[in-house]
């Protein structure tokens, strides 16, 4: 069976000398794993659009064990992602997230669409990488199921928070009658979880701008990648590993 499909190249691996696996997310059929063959020839039609970050139109036999990529036309290549070295750990970064939680057969329009966005933002000039991460990380949450509770108390639904303490494991925000429930939930800013709740609704194509101080970047970047890092199949983020080595 034969399927006409856009994805994304999450992956692509060498397989044999002129052969690549690659691993796409589709809108389609979900995450897909094909053997583009004869992709890794110098003339080969398919070149491009295999590349990570690649969006492309695909057609895709589906086979009994193995799927293979029959045709492929490249439709955006993110070419400016690859030349600098921020927008490229960060890309990376956003797509082994996506690959964390897209299974096989179970697409996700949502996220689909979010990782679009993301990407054809994060390739344009003057914008606020930080800001666009951090709605990113968000709005990933929020579309794979895993989002936390950040206006209320996860245990009792109490709006009326004085102290702002954030429970990895539990999910959000923690009240002072239910902070007893996770010895180590963490102290978070109220303005961190507003600007949170702010991002989580934006427009990816409106906030690209946007400027975030460092300290309310670096809070809910703590809380959100140990989040990430507790509720989904990540262990640890081998894309940013690179970049925290140049900051340092
Ligand atoms: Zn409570």
């Given at each position: 069976?034969?399927i006409?499909?856009?994805?994304?190249?999450?992956?692509?691996?060498?397989?044999?000398?002129?052969?690549?696996?690659?691993?796409?997310?589709t809108?389609?059929l979900?995450?897909?794993?094909?053997?583009?063959?004869?992709?890794?020839?110098?003339?080969?039609?398919?070149?491009?659009?295999?590349?990570?970050?690649?969006?492309?139109?695909?057609?895709?036999?589906?086979?009994?064990?193995?799927?293979?990529?029959?045709?492929?036309?490249?439709?955006?290549?993110?070419?400016?992602?690859?030349?600098?070295?921020?927008?490229?750990?960060?890309?990376?970064?956003?797509?082994?997230?996506?690959?964390?939680?897209?299974?096989?057969?179970?697409?996700?329009?949502?996220l689909?669409?979010?990782?679009?966005?993301?990407?054809?933002?994060?390739?344009?000039?003057?914008?606020?990488?930080?800001?666009?991460?951090?709605?990113?990380?968000?709005?990933?949450?929020?579309?794979s199921?895993l989002?936390?509770?950040?206006?209320?108390?996860?245990?009792?639904?109490?709006?009326?928070?004085?102290?702002?303490?954030?429970?990895?494991?539990?999910g959000?925000?923690?009240?002072?009658?239910?902070?007893?429930?996770?010895?180590?939930?963490?102290?978070?800013?109220?303005?961190?979880?507003?600007?949170?709740?702010?991002?989580l609704?934006?427009?990816?194509?409106?906030?690209?701008?946007?400027?975030?101080?460092?300290?309310?970047?670096?809070?809910?970047?703590?809380?959100?990648?140990?989040?990430?890092?507790?509720?989904?199949?990540?262990?640890?983020?081998?894309?940013?590993?690179?970049?925290?080595?140049?900051?340092?």
């Open positions: 069976m034969q006409k499909t856009e994805g994304f190249v999450i992956k692509s691996i060498k397989y044999s000398e002129y052969d690549s696996i690659i691993t796409i997310f809108r389609k979900g995450k897909v794993s094909a053997i583009a063959k004869g992709a890794r020839r110098p003339k080969s039609a398919f070149k491009a659009g295999i590349q990570p970050f690649s969006y492309s139109e695909f057609i895709i036999f589906k086979g009994r064990s193995m799927h293979t990529v029959n045709q492929c036309d490249a439709i955006e290549i993110f070419y400016s992602l690859r030349e600098d070295i921020f927008k490229l750990s960060y890309a990376s970064y956003i797509l082994e997230l996506v690959g964390a939680v897209i299974t096989e057969d179970q697409t996700n329009n949502s689909f669409n979010l990782l679009g966005k993301t990407l054809y933002m994060l390739k344009r000039k003057n914008i606020e990488i930080n800001t666009i991460v951090r709605t990113f990380e968000l709005q990933f949450l929020e579309f199921g989002k936390p509770n950040i206006n209320s108390c996860v245990e009792c639904g109490n709006e009326e928070m004085i102290t702002h303490k954030f429970s990895h494991r539990e959000g925000l923690l009240c002072e009658q239910c902070v007893g429930k996770d010895k180590c939930a963490v102290n978070v800013s109220k303005h961190t979880m507003r600007l949170a709740n702010y991002l609704n934006a427009d990816m194509k409106k906030i690209t701008k946007l400027k975030i101080s460092q300290f309310l970047n670096e809070d809910l970047s703590k809380i959100t990648k140990r989040y990430i890092l507790e509720h989904t199949n990540v262990y640890k983020f081998k894309s940013l590993e690179i970049l925290e080595g140049l900051v340092e």
